[in-house]
């Protein structure tokens, strides 16, 4: 496997570029990627953007300039596609020059390593995909290490030893979903002071559909991985590198010459800036890895979730990957979330039989004058309540570990009703303090995190664990207790 294309660093290609329809006129340039700023494209020349528009004498130009759905290059020896462009600074020298004299171009994602006729064009046979915490998620490694003991002492001795393991596969929706692993062997860094052994090993999931699909399916497999850690680790996992794979080239080659599949690098500026050389999570800090649920299993179960409950944890997980600046945008978040979920699940979505509500309803409008009648089929609706459906959703995980996040199902049910109402009609909450929205929304969130492991089946006791041990949860449950618990003396 070559060197996978690291979305934490930064990288240049230096080449020519030329549009797909114009490989006459290719053009020197230089590509950068920062995982800050993404990807510029700063060429010695450039493609003409502006747009003219004829007049009876003449012709104006146009205020919008031209885009790109592709761009095609070759820099470093690789063929290179830039999809997404747009012209973000071009230099002319007067309106009559034939093209710009320098410009900029921003791309919004570069395949390295194929020529792509088409955004949509289904070529990829194979998608690699690795995100933050992977290795500590996937509970996987090669590496093996022994400590020399004697009498019941450290001796000095010991060995850290690497063997290939077993790599878990599934299928799912008929894509063949593989745990794999990248490891080097055992070499010396020798330095003028010390001497150090390294060994590497990276986690990544191989995606193998049962026929050559598009950059989307294949971004789609990468943003469900990535979806699924962020869950499990209960924090924003960050893509680290993403590597298609398609059947090599059709040319011409002596006898015997080898054969193998074309790598394609993806580059493009994520949510989330992965790090992977930070440190790993805390085993405290993840709520299940595949320890607690087995690769096999999570991840069929993963995709009828999130096919099922994909908006909930769309949002949820978004209180992740970029959180709002202002708490009421996370409760209006979260609370929504809520909402969402309830909707999804196979649960009891109206008050009373439907049978028995339209009658009531009929009975209704029948005993209102004339001209109310159309207010009143309006107003009396027969959905479950926002109140009903947190309550609902307050029940569905472990009762222990419930018990232990929200105290007083209630009062948290009646608050977050209340504030999401507010905020909903007014834009103001006058009748919750600010510690009580901070609550609010945590405990929401985490209702509703506690419910997508619940429908995962993470087991009832790693629940009641992670609402203990976890330090997010724990602090969440504590912060329930004190803001959104009404004492029995109040009550009465």
């Known amino acids: 496997m070559a060197d996978v294309p690291r979305l934490d660093q930064p990288a240049e290609w230096t080449g020519h570029w030329w549009l797909p329809d114009d490989s006459e006129r290719a053009i020197p340039g230089i590509l950068r990627y920062d995982p800050d700023d993404g990807l510029k494209l700063s060429l010695i020349g450039g493609f003409e953007h502006r747009i003219f528009r004829p007049l009876e ?9 031209r885009s790109w759905p592709l761009i095609w290059g070759v820099a470093d020896n690789k063929e290179v596609t830039l999809i997404g462009c747009l012209p973000i600074h071009s ?24 020529h792509l006729q088409d955004v949509d064009q289904a070529v990829f046979t194979e998608c690699w995909v690795s995100v933050e915490n992977l290795n500590r998620w996937s ?16 001796d000095g001795s010991g060995a850290l030893s690497v063997k290939p393991v077993d790599e878990p596969s599934v299928v799912a929706d008929g894509t063949t979903i593989t745990l794999a692993h990248q490891h080097t062997l055992p070499h010396f860094d020798e330095r003028r002071g010390e001497t150090v052994g390294r060994m590497r090993d990276t986690a990544f999931v191989r995606f193998q559909p049962g026929s050559p699909y598009a950059l989307t399916a294949a971004r789609d497999h990468a943003k469900a991985v990535q979806d699924l850690v962020s869950l499990a680790t209960n924090r924003a996992s960050g893509l680290l590198w993403m590597r298609l794979r398609m059947p090599p080239e059709e040319r011409d080659r002596p006898e015997g010459y080898p054969v193998h599949d074309r790598d394609v690098a993806v580059y493009s500026q994520g949510t989330v800036k992965g790090d992977s050389d930070a440190k790993v999570i805390d085993h405290h800090d993840a709520l299940f890895t595949c320890q607690h649920v087995p690769f096999e299993e999570i991840i069929p179960r993963w995709w009828d979730t999130r096919r099922k409950l994909q908006a909930a944890s769309n949002m949820v997980l978004g209180l992740r990957y970029a959180p709002a600046r202002y708490i009421e945008s996370n409760l209006l978040t979260a609370v929504g979330a809520a909402e969402v979920m309830h909707r999804a699940l196979d649960t009891e979505q109206t008050r009373m039989p439907q049978e028995e509500f339209v009658a009531l309803r009929s009975y209704l409008v029948r005993h209102t004058p004339e001209d109310h009648q159309s207010w009143v089929k309006s107003v009396i609706r027969n959905d479950v309540t926002l109140r009903d459906r947190l309550r609902a959703l307050a029940c ?34 006058p009748r919750q303090s600010i510690d009580e929205l901070i609550a609010t929304a945590k ?50």
């Open 57 to 65: 004498h003449g012709f104006a130009v146009m205020e919008h300039s």
């Open 91 to 114: 230099k002319s020298y007067g309106i009559w020059s034939d093209g710009p004299h320098k410009q900029t171009v921003s791309a919004l994602t570069a395949l390295i390593g194929v």
């Open 443 to 492: 405990v929401t969130s985490a209702v509703v995190i506690m419910n997508l492991l619940q429908v995962l089946e993470v087991p009832r006791e790693r629940q009641r664990e992670i609402v203990n041990d976890n330090p997010e949860l724990r602090q969440t449950a504590n912060q329930a207790r004190e803001h959104l618990t009404v004492s029995r003396k109040e009550a009465v």
């Open 139 to 154: 509970h996987s490694s090669v590496f093996t290490s022994t400590t020399g003991l004697k009498d019941e002492r450290l």
């Open 396 to 429: 569905m995980p472990d009762s222990e570990a419930m018990r232990r996040l929200v105290p007083d199902v209630e009062q948290w049910a009646k608050v977050a009703t209340q504030a999401r109402n507010d905020l909903a009609h007014t834009g103001q909450t």
